[in-house]
């Protein structure tokens, strides 16, 4: 996912309990630069009622690997058990690709072979060029 204008995904969670209710549901996130070695879990904020929504923010520049779950109490003060994999993850890149620049044009008499980068914090899905402005 890229978001360039919010740095937030908005995140909505459904607790049930058909017989004290739900008292609090608490959201629980951990972040992975590379998706293998993961930070520890930190929870991110606590709400009250059945259908809490979190607007989980992103810190700039943070983009990543994000995995999340909820833990809910109800009012008998029974808690669900932490986790050691989250219900949901998803990856948050905030950063454009950087682009090349070119200072001069090239002329060349021959078909010319030359190579170009393009560099991503993340992995690169399409890349596009136009020889001569043209659009296609």
Known sequence: MYNSEDEHVIITAIAKD??????????????????????????????????????????????????????????AHNVEDKKEKGDVSFIFDPNLPTMPKFTEPYFFNTTAEFSIEFTDDFLLDTIEYRPNFETE
């Open 18 to 75: 058909d017989i004290s209710g739900i008292l609090k549901v608490e959201l629980w996130y951990r972040y992975s630069n590379d998706n293998i070695i993961w930070g520890d879990w930190d929870i991110f904020e606590e709400k009250n009622g059945t259908t809490p929504t979190w607007e989980f923010t992103v810190k700039k520049g943070k983009g990543g690997f994000y995995e999340l779950y909820t833990i809910a109490e109800d009012y």
